[in-house]
Protein backbone atom coordinates (compact mmCIF):
# COMPACT_ATOMS: atom_id res chain seq x y z
CA UNK A 1 0.00 0.00 0.00
CA UNK A 2 1.81 3.24 -0.62
CA UNK A 3 2.18 5.88 1.76
CA UNK A 4 -0.35 8.51 2.89
CA UNK A 5 0.64 12.13 2.81
CA UNK A 6 -0.68 12.10 6.59
CA UNK A 7 1.72 9.45 7.39
CA UNK A 8 4.68 11.71 5.93
CA UNK A 9 3.86 14.89 7.78
CA UNK A 10 3.70 12.38 11.02
CA UNK A 11 7.43 11.37 9.84
CA UNK A 12 8.51 15.07 9.64
CA UNK A 13 6.86 16.15 12.66
CA UNK A 14 9.03 13.49 14.56
CA UNK A 15 12.18 14.21 12.59
CA UNK A 16 11.55 18.56 13.92
CA UNK A 17 11.09 16.99 17.28
CA UNK A 18 14.28 15.07 17.29
CA UNK A 19 16.67 15.38 20.73
CA UNK A 20 19.13 12.72 20.17
CA UNK A 21 22.34 14.40 19.52
CA UNK A 22 23.39 16.71 22.17
CA UNK A 23 26.16 18.76 20.05
CA UNK A 24 24.17 19.46 17.24
CA UNK A 25 21.93 22.92 16.91
CA UNK A 26 18.12 22.29 17.10
CA UNK A 27 15.22 22.51 15.67
CA UNK A 28 16.32 19.33 12.88
CA UNK A 29 15.38 20.58 9.11
CA UNK A 30 12.81 18.47 7.07
CA UNK A 31 11.79 19.18 3.39
CA UNK A 32 8.46 19.18 2.34
CA UNK A 33 5.84 16.51 2.92
CA UNK A 34 5.59 14.42 -0.30
CA UNK A 35 5.38 10.55 -1.27
CA UNK A 36 7.77 10.86 -4.14
CA UNK A 37 9.70 7.81 -5.29
CA UNK A 38 12.93 9.68 -5.09
CA UNK A 39 14.81 10.11 -2.42
CA UNK A 40 17.40 13.23 -1.84
CA UNK A 41 20.53 13.01 1.03
CA UNK A 42 22.27 15.68 1.29
CA UNK A 43 24.85 16.00 4.01
CA UNK A 44 24.09 18.01 6.56
CA UNK A 45 21.80 21.89 7.29
CA UNK A 46 23.76 24.64 7.34
CA UNK A 47 23.21 27.92 10.13
CA UNK A 48 21.13 29.43 7.40
CA UNK A 49 18.37 26.31 6.73
CA UNK A 50 17.15 25.91 10.44
CA UNK A 51 16.11 29.50 10.49
CA UNK A 52 14.52 29.52 7.08
CA UNK A 53 12.72 25.95 7.72
CA UNK A 54 14.03 23.91 4.83
CA UNK A 55 16.64 22.15 3.21
CA UNK A 56 19.32 23.72 0.33
CA UNK A 57 17.99 27.20 1.71
CA UNK A 58 21.00 29.24 0.83
CA UNK A 59 23.91 29.25 -1.63
CA UNK A 60 24.54 25.38 -2.18
CA UNK A 61 20.66 25.52 -2.77
CA UNK A 62 20.57 27.98 -5.62
CA UNK A 63 23.48 26.11 -7.61
CA UNK A 64 21.32 22.99 -6.77
CA UNK A 65 17.93 23.97 -8.10
CA UNK A 66 20.13 25.94 -11.00
CA UNK A 67 21.39 21.68 -11.98
CA UNK A 68 17.79 20.83 -11.61
CA UNK A 69 16.45 23.03 -13.77
CA UNK A 70 18.87 21.73 -16.82
CA UNK A 71 17.77 18.25 -16.65
CA UNK A 72 14.83 17.37 -15.99
CA UNK A 73 13.88 21.21 -16.72
CA UNK A 74 12.29 21.75 -12.97
CA UNK A 75 11.61 25.27 -11.22
CA UNK A 76 13.09 25.33 -7.32
CA UNK A 77 9.15 24.78 -6.45
CA UNK A 78 9.04 21.39 -8.52
CA UNK A 79 11.70 19.82 -7.26
CA UNK A 80 10.88 20.45 -3.53
CA UNK A 81 7.19 19.22 -4.71
CA UNK A 82 8.39 16.20 -6.79
CA UNK A 83 11.29 15.00 -4.93
CA UNK A 84 11.43 14.23 -0.59
CA UNK A 85 14.25 15.54 0.66
CA UNK A 86 16.33 13.92 3.36
CA UNK A 87 20.05 14.10 5.17
CA UNK A 88 22.41 12.16 6.39
CA UNK A 89 22.24 14.29 9.88
CA UNK A 90 19.09 16.62 10.31
CA UNK A 91 20.64 19.09 12.34
CA UNK A 92 23.76 21.91 11.65
CA UNK A 93 26.36 20.52 13.44
CA UNK A 94 27.93 24.03 14.13
CA UNK A 95 30.96 25.30 13.07
CA UNK A 96 34.87 24.31 13.48
CA UNK A 97 37.11 26.92 15.36
CA UNK A 98 38.98 27.11 12.39
CA UNK A 99 36.05 27.93 10.01
CA UNK A 100 33.57 26.01 8.46
CA UNK A 101 31.00 23.74 9.40
CA UNK A 102 31.73 20.84 11.85
CA UNK A 103 32.10 17.26 9.78
CA UNK A 104 29.04 15.17 11.83
CA UNK A 105 30.92 12.59 14.46
CA UNK A 106 30.23 9.06 13.30
CA UNK A 107 28.03 8.50 16.51
CA UNK A 108 25.69 11.34 15.28
CA UNK A 109 25.39 9.94 11.83
CA UNK A 110 24.62 6.61 13.65
CA UNK A 111 21.94 8.23 15.80
CA UNK A 112 20.25 10.30 12.52
CA UNK A 113 20.36 7.22 10.29
CA UNK A 114 17.55 5.66 11.68
CA UNK A 115 15.32 8.27 10.40
CA UNK A 116 16.36 7.32 6.52
CA UNK A 117 16.20 3.85 7.52
CA UNK A 118 12.60 4.99 8.10
CA UNK A 119 12.30 7.26 5.02
CA UNK A 120 13.26 3.45 3.05
CA UNK A 121 10.35 1.85 4.72
CA UNK A 122 7.62 4.56 4.65
CA UNK A 123 8.54 5.59 0.72
CA UNK A 124 9.95 3.01 -0.64
CA UNK A 125 11.81 4.90 -3.09
CA UNK A 126 13.37 3.47 -6.89
CA UNK A 127 15.60 6.31 -7.00
CA UNK A 128 18.12 7.93 -4.36
CA UNK A 129 20.40 10.90 -4.94
CA UNK A 130 22.92 11.18 -2.52
CA UNK A 131 24.64 14.91 -2.62
CA UNK A 132 28.00 15.12 -1.60
CA UNK A 133 30.71 12.76 -0.37
CA UNK A 134 29.25 12.19 3.17
CA UNK A 135 26.10 11.47 1.51
CA UNK A 136 27.23 9.20 -1.07
CA UNK A 137 29.53 7.27 1.34
CA UNK A 138 26.50 6.06 3.19
CA UNK A 139 25.49 4.24 0.01
CA UNK A 140 28.37 3.09 -1.90
CA UNK A 141 31.09 3.74 0.62
CA UNK A 142 34.04 6.01 0.44
CA UNK A 143 35.46 6.63 -3.16
CA UNK A 144 36.63 9.45 -5.28
CA UNK A 145 33.81 11.57 -6.89
CA UNK A 146 35.49 10.84 -10.35
CA UNK A 147 34.59 6.69 -10.08
CA UNK A 148 31.24 7.64 -8.84
CA UNK A 149 29.80 10.93 -10.76
CA UNK A 150 28.33 10.65 -13.93
CA UNK A 151 26.85 6.70 -12.85
CA UNK A 152 23.66 4.69 -11.98
CA UNK A 153 24.16 2.15 -9.40
CA UNK A 154 21.76 -0.21 -8.34
CA UNK A 155 22.07 -0.82 -4.74
CA UNK A 156 20.56 -2.17 -1.68
CA UNK A 157 20.23 -0.14 1.22
CA UNK A 158 18.84 -1.35 4.13
CA UNK A 159 17.04 -4.03 2.34
CA UNK A 160 15.67 -2.38 0.23
CA UNK A 161 16.56 -2.30 -3.56
CA UNK A 162 16.83 1.10 -5.56
CA UNK A 163 18.77 2.82 -7.77
CA UNK A 164 21.43 5.14 -6.84
CA UNK A 165 22.77 8.18 -9.08
CA UNK A 166 25.45 10.36 -6.80
CA UNK A 167 25.75 14.43 -7.11
CA UNK A 168 28.58 16.14 -6.27
CA UNK A 169 28.16 18.87 -3.80
CA UNK A 170 27.01 21.90 -5.25
CA UNK A 171 29.02 24.19 -2.58
CA UNK A 172 30.51 27.63 -3.59
CA UNK A 173 33.68 26.61 -1.57
CA UNK A 174 33.80 23.46 -3.88
CA UNK A 175 35.37 23.84 -7.59
CA UNK A 176 34.39 20.33 -8.39
CA UNK A 177 31.41 20.68 -10.19
CA UNK A 178 32.82 23.78 -12.33
CA UNK A 179 35.89 21.99 -13.77
CA UNK A 180 36.61 19.32 -16.04
CA UNK A 181 35.82 16.20 -15.66
CA UNK A 182 33.26 17.36 -13.05
CA UNK A 183 31.05 19.41 -15.67
CA UNK A 184 30.49 16.47 -17.93
CA UNK A 185 30.45 14.01 -15.25
CA UNK A 186 27.47 16.13 -13.31
CA UNK A 187 26.20 16.97 -16.76
CA UNK A 188 26.05 12.65 -17.17
CA UNK A 189 24.31 12.07 -13.94
CA UNK A 190 21.61 15.18 -14.14
CA UNK A 191 20.91 13.07 -17.59
CA UNK A 192 20.47 9.71 -16.01
CA UNK A 193 18.29 11.83 -13.38
CA UNK A 194 15.98 13.22 -15.81
CA UNK A 195 15.25 9.67 -18.17
CA UNK A 196 14.88 7.69 -14.74
CA UNK A 197 11.38 6.13 -14.69
CA UNK A 198 10.72 7.82 -11.26
CA UNK A 199 11.55 10.84 -12.43
CA UNK A 200 9.73 10.62 -15.95
CA UNK A 201 6.51 9.45 -14.04
Known sequence: ?????????????????????????????????????????????????PKLGRPFAWTAGKTLFKWFALAPGWTEDEVRDRIYFAAVCRCFPGKRPEG????????????CSAWLEREFALL?????????????????????????????????????AVDCIPLPHPSGASTWHRMEPGVTLLHRSLALIAEHPAVRR
Open 1 to 49: MPPTLAAVEAHLAAVRACTRCSRMHRPAVGGRPTTSRVLLVGQAPGDKE
Open 100 to 111: GDRVPAPDEIER
Open 124 to 160: RPTLVLPVGKLAIAQFLGERPLIETIGQMFPITYRGH
